[in-house]
């Protein structure tokens, strides 16, 4: 029956529905969950899988748990549960057996967070640091920070999207992870002059619209500064402040050191979350 209707369907309408059905895979991230696939399906066929059942997968995972650890199997897990839901119609989300599996695998396991900047260690960087060698770092730390800003969305940010209004920036962040654009201001008159300050070296040349670009001597380049490079920031901080295990100031830093900073001022978890547009800024 579900053949016959098949090839009663126009070619234009299935088309149509391949493409909606391709487009349940978030587009910025469809590399990603098509290499988790790719490697689930050549194990089945190594495996000579010809039916994909709970069995399957829980051998699969428990394969896999071997070698990975907690969080990198919850991450196979979901984006596998939307591919196999999309390319096979298949639901795992059903697997009650899976999901045990994986809970259990998850006992014990300490997520790695990035440490926090304190607010004194914030002020000291940027009065302190030179900045022929620091002026970039200090917008990004100050971009970063006062909008719970993650790498991606200083990476996406453009010229565009910082607008000067009186004594005040505007900031919108319209890319971000959760879909949902969100907007912050920034006050201090300090931190303001250094965002001007940085903006009047963006070479005339500039082609692209990228706000963070490459300085050097002084000097910034038509080159943007990439998602590697913005990570390293919090860690290049901690590393001038003197701080211990600079290594564990990760591109996650900004953000966790918002919350941490809004929380001690008595704001609660629902304010926090809607701050930094997600439920994981913790």
């Known amino acids: 029956m579900e053949q016959e209707n098949i090839s ?3 070619p234009e309408i299935r ?3 391949a493409d909606a059905v391709n487009k349940l895979l978030p587009a910025k991230s469809k590399s990603i969950y098509d290499k988790e696939y790719n490697t689930f399906d050549s194990w089945c066929l190594k ?3 010809k039916t994909i059942s709970e069995n399957v997968l829980l051998a699969y995972y428990d394969e896999m748990s071997k070698t990975k650890k907690s969080s990198t199997l919850w991450a196979s897990y979901s984006m596998l549960r939307a591919c196999l839901n999309v390319y096979k119609n298949v639901d795992i989300s059903k ?3 899976l999901q045990g599996f994986l809970k259990q695998q998850s006992i014990g396991y300490q997520p790695k967070k990035s440490n926090i900047l304190q607010s004194s260690e914030i002020d000291r960087f940027i009065q302190e640091a030179d900045n022929l060698p620091y002026l970039a770092i200090k917008v990004m730390l100050i971009i970063g920070y006062v909008g719970a800003c ?3 969305e200083l990476i996406n940010m453009t010229i565009d999207d910082v607008k000067f209004r009186d004594e005040i920036i ?4 319209s890319k971000t992870k959760k879909q949902s654009p969100r907007m912050f201001v920034i006050s201090e008159l300090q931190w303001i002059h250094l965002i001007q300050k940085y903006l009047n070296l963006r070479p005339v040349t500039a082609t692209t619209k990228r706000f963070f670009l490459t300085c050097r001597n002084g000097r910034c380049l038509s080159s943007p500064i990439g998602i590697n490079k913005i990570g390293q920031v919090p ?3 901690a590393i001038y402040l003197k701080l211990a295990n600079p290594e564990c100031y990760t591109g996650h830093c900004f953000r ?3 919350a941490s900073h809004l929380a001690n001022k008595g704001e609660n978890l629902v304010t926090i979350k809607n701050y930094g547009g997600s439920r994981g800024i913790y």
Do not use: G, H
Not at 170 to 173: A, E, F, R, S, Y
């Open 170 to 173: 505007i900031v919108n962040i």
């Open 15 to 17: 088309a149509a529905a």
């Open 235 to 237: 860690k290049s901080i």
């Open 8 to 10: 009663c369907t126009p």
């Open 47 to 49: 495996m000579c899988v």
């Open 256 to 258: 966790r050191s918002s």
């Open 95 to 97: 697997f009650a057996r």
């Open 150 to 152: 993650r790498r991606d």
